[in-house]
């Protein structure tokens, strides 16, 4: 049985690998997110809203600024494998999730506005109203 386990590697077969979706609870403007440092904006008075535009280093220096649509950023976020950032962000009662190349600061992937709260897991997204699984590329399914 492990020489087939053996011999499926060797003729191409490939193994999924577990995703991994790492919370970011930010208690001030700047957190550490893997190997990338977020400036979410000005928070208000209680660190749960950010005005954005977030602005991502990474750990070689180089930086980017995320579109000034990914604003008004509130909990639940996360990294996904170390490079997809998951945003969540607000406008009056609607919410939306927007997936960020960190390294890029390029969008891509946006929900539909929805209410309510989202919640990240390592295989979906989960919105009040619809689940998108996450496909092997790390961006949720359309």
Request: with cysteine; charged share 20%.
């Amino acid at each position: 049985m492990l020489a087939l386990a053996s011999l499926g590697g060797a003729i191409g077969m490939t193994q999924t690998a577990t995703a991994a979706m790492v919370p970011i609870v930010p208690t001030s403007q700047v957190v550490q997110a893997g190997p990338y440092r977020l400036d979410l904006g000005d928070p208000d008075k209680d660190d749960r809203v950010f005005e954005g535009p977030i602005k991502i280093a990474g750990a070689n220096g180089k930086g980017c600024t995320v579109s000034d649509d990914v604003a008004l950023v509130t909990r639940p976020l996360a990294l996904l494998n170390g490079k997809l950032l998951y945003v969540t962000t607000f406008s009056g009662s609607e919410a939306r999730v927007q997936v960020v190349d960190a390294a890029t600061c390029a969008v891509k992937w946006r929900s539909a506005e929805f209410e309510g709260v989202p919640k990240f897991t390592a295989t979906a997204v989960h919105l009040p109203n619809r689940t998108f699984p996450i496909k092997d590329s790390g961006l949720p399914s359309q």
